[in-house]
């Protein structure tokens, strides 16, 4: 059974950071492409962040460039991490991990096919 678990999220002021991570079993996801994504209350679901499955590319968004930094652990089972630096409130959103099975990296969420249920970022001003 494929499970994404992400953790780490939680309430942080404006400027502050908070570490995501995401747990990926079930399968071997080290030939999986892992992304980042978001979703702020009334808007849809946005890319944030993606890295290929060697973890030797990454991709941002625009707004979380120099800020963001993703990365992922292939040991025994795949780890996925978004340290975020700088947030801002219009950042506050449920961040969810998603996989995608495939060398080429995707930044839309349709071309994701597993998900987790996302962890909950409020950034106060």
């Known amino acids: 059974q494929v499970q994404l678990v992400e953790s780490g999220g939680g309430l942080v002021q404006a400027g502050g950071s908070l570490r995501l991570s995401c747990a990926a079993s079930?399968?071997?996801?080290?030939?999986?492409?892992m992304g980042w994504f978001r979703q702020a209350p009334g808007k849809e679901r946005e890319f944030v962040a993606a890295?290929?499955?060697?973890?030797?590319?990454?991709?941002y968004t625009d707004s979380v460039k120099g800020r963001f930094n993703i990365s992922r652990d292939n040991a025994k089972i795949t780890r996925v991490y978004l340290e975020m630096n700088g947030q801002k409130p219009e950042e506050t959103a449920v961040y969810f991990c998603?996989?995608?099975?495939?060398?080429?990296?995707?930044?839309?969420?349709?071309?994701?096919?597993?998900w987790g249920q996302g962890t909950q970022v409020t950034v106060s001003s």
């Open positions: 998603a996989a995608r099975y495939g060398l080429r990296v995707e930044l839309e969420s349709y071309e994701y096919g597993y």
């Open positions: 079930g399968r071997t996801f080290s030939s999986y492409t």
């Open positions: 890295v290929s499955w060697s973890g030797g590319s990454t991709y």
